[in-house]
């Protein structure tokens, strides 16, 4: 079992920048595979991006050159920098992680900007 706990979510006009934070609750081999995802009430989860041992990124088109993602194993944290932020990025930010076929996401942080 492993509880994943986002922080850092916030309101920020267009423009700005917010760090969110990923706790994990127990040490993560660092091949596993961690993702954000976003959901706006109403739509599907979207995937954002993923991180594999440190240094393997991937991200959707719609935050690549804006957002980064990393990890940091030995503080069990995974994060999302944010920057140039835009109002189409309004929604709740969840961590993911997946081990052995199961799902383990976190409760969500909200973020909202505000044009």
């Known amino acids: 079992q492993v509880q994943l706990v986002e922080s850092g979510g916030g309101l920020v006009q267009a423009g700005g920048s917010l760090r969110l934070s990923c706790a994990a609750s127990?040490?993560?081999?660092?091949?596993?595979?961690m993702d954000w995802y976003r959901q706006v009430p109403g739509n599907q989860r979207e995937w954002v991006a993923s991180?594999?041992?440190?240094?393997?990124?991937n991200y959707a088109d719609s935050v690549k050159g804006r957002f980064t993602i990393s990890r940091d194993d030995a503080k069990k944290t995974m994060y999302l920098q944010m920057n140039t932020l835009r109002p189409e990025d309004t929604a709740i930010y969840y961590c993911?992680?997946?081990?052995?076929?199961?799902?383990?996401w976190g409760q969500g942080t909200q973020v909202t900007v505000s044009s």
């Open positions: 993911h992680l997946r081990i052995n076929g199961v799902n383990y």
């Open positions: 991180v594999a041992s440190g240094t393997s990124t």
């Open positions: 127990r040490s993560i081999y660092s091949w596993y595979v």
